[in-house]
């Protein structure tokens, strides 16, 4: 991230919570500001500290990002406004209670939130930037992406489709001078954590981050180059195992033909 390059960085969800650090943090790093998310006294009050602390200018967004026609109004700001640089597309909401016990409409609001929206404004964030000679776009995840057994699965699916989409989007983006990244947090210390009222026997308060460590180690992975940033697994090699197996999966995900175990036992007479 070069400082006497920055200009304007959008962040959704910076009412609270991780969006609203990485607001500070991108201000205290040179870029002014696009604060967006619901809570019009809340994004108020942290881009007036933002405006006071850094002198970076804060514009507020009041916009629900479960409605289609605010994202696109987004999406177009993104497309038309030449400053913009920087998405961080934070926001982002879980079920209490889990897909079974939560209404359709609800699981409608999480995925419009959680993936059309990032969808989107990803999207539209790569043209532009692509345009503008590069930018940075950074989609917030979730360690649940890989435990599905332990999460509700409209969530942690949500947060997997955002890292298929982030190394996607970095591959075909990579020569235009963009960066893409899915940061991925375990459990921080955010209302969101709070509401899922997890009990310290489930997941002891020593397993949950500060979100001033995770958005300092996301943006570290970012100047790193990382597409995917697990800000709580020590050990690298472990997930250079888990890149490893899938990508050596690659081969068989095309072959043709069904696998021998999955032919009907005359089929497979006549096949050998
Ligand atoms: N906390 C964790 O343990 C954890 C772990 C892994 C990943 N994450 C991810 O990190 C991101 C931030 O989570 P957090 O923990 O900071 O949550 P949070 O404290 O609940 O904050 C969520 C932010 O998203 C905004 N938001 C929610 N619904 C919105 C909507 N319909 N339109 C616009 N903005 C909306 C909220 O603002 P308003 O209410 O003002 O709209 C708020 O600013 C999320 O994507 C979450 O899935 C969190």
């Not at 609270?16 to 809340?42: F, H, P, Q």
């Not at 987004?74 to 030449?82: N, T, V």
């Not at 926001?91 to 990032?118: F, K, W």
């Not at 940033?229 to 043709?256: C, I, N």
């Amino acid at each position: 991230m070069n400082k006497t390059a920055a200009r304007t960085a959008i962040v959704t969800g910076a009412s609270t919570g991780i969006g609203s650090v990485y607001a500070s943090k991108l201000a205290r790093r040179g870029y002014d500001l696009i604060m967006v998310a619901r809570n019009a006294e809340r994004l108020e009050a942290n881009a007036l500290r933002i405006r006071q602390e850094t002198g970076q200018n804060a514009e507020v967004i009041v916009a629900d990002l479960a409605k289609s026609f605010e994202v696109s109004k987004l999406a177009d700001r993104i497309a038309d406004d030449a400053s913009i640089a920087f998405l961080v597309n934070n926001a982002g909401i879980s079920l209490q209670g889990g897909m079974l016990q939560n209404s359709l409409p609800d699981a409608e609001t999480l995925i419009a939130v959680n993936i059309t929206a990032p969808t989107l404004l990803s999207i539209a964030a790569a043209r532009a930037f692509a345009k503008r000679g590069g930018g940075g776009i950074v989609n917030i995840s979730s360690v649940t992406a890989f435990a599905p057994e332990m999460f509700d699965g409209a969530y942690s699916g949500s947060k997997n489709y955002l890292i298929n989409l982030t190394i996607s989007l970095a591959g075909k983006t990579r020569d235009a001078g963009i960066r893409v990244q899915a940061a991925l947090p375990g459990p921080t210390d955010t209302e969101m954590w709070a509401r899922g009222q997890v009990p310290e026997s489930v997941i002891p308060r020593s397993m949950i981050m500060n979100p001033e460590d995770l958005v300092t180690a996301a943006l570290v992975g970012f100047d790193r180059g990382e597409i995917l940033t697990l800000p709580t697994v020590a050990d690298e090699s472990v997930w250079a195992a888990f890149e490893a197996a899938r990508q050596g999966m690659r081969t068989s995900l095309a072959a043709g033909r069904p696998a021998p175990r999955y032919l009907q036992p005359d089929e497979a007479a006549s096949a050998s």
